[in-house]
């Protein structure tokens, strides 16, 4: 299966309401056409976390913002013939160390 997208803060607080009210389920998944699973995980969530904002998930923070790491391939992009360990080198002398396989990975 692929990924979905994650229901709006508005449709899930509707969804908690619905459940404090005293509606099943069932019937809040038909009256806002969501499925079942998706409205019996969000009302367990609630109960568990207390809130329905999605948390922060699980692993490692990224070593290059997004934009360092475009800056990265814009540089590499520029001179073609650097070597990952020179660039490795030159973003230890910038004060990010990494290893020469994380610039490869970029």
Do not use: F
């Not at 809130?51 to 475009?70: I, M, Q, Y």
């Not at 001179?79 to 990975?105: D, F, N, W, Y």
Request: glycine letters at 6%.
């Amino acid at each position: 299966m692929g990924k979905s997208k994650e229901l709006s803060m508005d449709l899930k607080k509707r969804i908690i309401d619905l459940n404090k009210s005293g509606k099943s389920l069932g019937a809040i998944s038909k009256q806002l056409h969501v499925p079942r699973a998706t409205v019996q995980t969000i009302v367990c969530e609630y109960k568990v976390h207390g809130t329905v904002l999605s948390l922060p998930r699980s692993g490692r923070k990224r070593k290059l913002s997004p934009a360092a790491e475009r800056k990265l391939v814009r540089r590499v992009k520029s001179q073609p013939r650097t070597t990952k360990k020179q660039i490795g080198q030159e973003l230890e002398a910038a004060g990010r160390q990494m290893s020469v396989c994380t610039v490869k990975h970029v």
